[in-house]
């Protein structure tokens, strides 16, 4: 190898390299997120924490003319800390969205929610932060 | 020099008060429709027992068919007393919304109750038309009446400052507004100055040794402000009731059992018919005896109603009636004891909320 195509080379290396190091391909998190990143991230979560405050308010979520607020205010004894855990009832283990799902579908008598839909990440994101700080402890009844 | 002393009292003295107080128990215990004269105390009134029915929260037909079963099996339940009870007190939020179309509907499923009945306004009801409907259908939204030596008042506790007009907001906003307990911008409830005025001139009559019972929908105390668990004007309410010797409060609002104790006065919170609610995160008193966390796969497990036994001494023993669990008495020589709640078993820290 000439030391021009050398140069040539070493300098295609180390520009893939800072442009994967750019895009994290190869660094990934080696590199720590900008503040910009950081409060983006923050402000689509607490978009959806806000959302699901507004669903968790919403009579129209189901029939009867009952939200989730009516039986749990302010998110009170949701006990989302706890999931996934075996429901006696149900006979299975199960995660708070299957929970969320139970109580649309019967006390309030309305249309499940896909469990990947944003509606039913909102309500999560909502549930989770009211207990924000609380211990994990899944699997308590 | 007696050697069996317990406590600083001889086996024998131990004996005697213990005797004496299992009896006094067993009689103020013996009948739950309570005709039995408590032992104990000067009698100021002679005994009687009522039934209490609350926050049914009815909304139109066609909507919630549960809310209208459980309020017409409340009904049953009270019309199945045997025997009847001298009268029924509805504790408030009859509708849900407001809506003229519920308080009709509440007033005819009411209208099947056999006892008769005295009813209280709880923000439900009011606050779509600021009472407009309830005060045609019901009459005025606070009075007292007399019965069997003692003296009831009723309170339309859950005035708020007027905040809708600043904000242009319709009846329905308000409505909705009010109905939201979690509602960050939620005005606190009073009795408010006119009517503590009221009340003032309506005790005057009164004589301090007349036992005094208050129906109230907020439980004039501060339990829990975030969700108007609350009373503002609380500690000027309870002035006005200092000087009496035997005060009870009965309110509704909390949809869960509530014993309390300030002072002269006992409260007690009551069951809703239609849905339970948690334990507030702080400021539950230390006299309740919590009721289990509700089991929503039973649609009516936290729900029910209750009866009122009003004592010689003019203080009151109450149970409830939960739909799906055992009833709970609890007697107000109990909770003056200094021994109540009972401990929870060993190894438990109470229900979890």
Known sequence: MTIKKGILTSLCITALIVFAGYTGIVFAHGQPHSAQDLKLFE???????????????????????QSCDMCHPDAANTHPETYPKYQTQIKKVIGLRDMINWCILNPLKGKELAPDSEEMIALEAYITNQRKGTPLAPGKH | MDSNKKNGMTRRELLRTGTGAAAVTLLAGISPFGLVRAAFGEEKAEPFTFAYLSDAHLYVKNINQKFVDALVKGVQNVNDMNPAPDFVFFGGDLAQLGHPDELKLGKEILSDLKPKLHIMVGEHDWYRDMGETWKTLFGPDRYSFDHKGIHFVVLNSVIVKDYWTPNKMTPEQRMLAMAQLDNPKGEAFTVGEEQRDWLQTDLKKVKSETPVVVFSHSPLYKLYRPWNFWTDDAEEVRKLLSRFKTVTVFHGHTHQVLTNRIGNITFHGFLSTSWPWPYAPKGTPELTLQMDRPDPFFSTDGCGWGIIDMLGSGQADKTYEPWN?????????????????????????????
Do not use: C
Not at chain 1, 43 to 65: E, N, R, S
Not at chain 2, 325 to 352: D, H, L, N
């Open chain 2, 325 to 353: 669990r055992s009833p709970m008495k609890v007697t107000y020589e109990e909770i003056a004891s200094g021994k109540w709640p009972p401990a929870y078993p060993q190894g438990s820290s109470g229900p979890s909320y």
């Open chain 1, 43 to 65: 402000m689509a979560y607490q978009k959806a924490v806000d959302q699901g405050y507004k669903i968790f308010h919403d009579a129209k979520l189901g029939t009867t003319g």
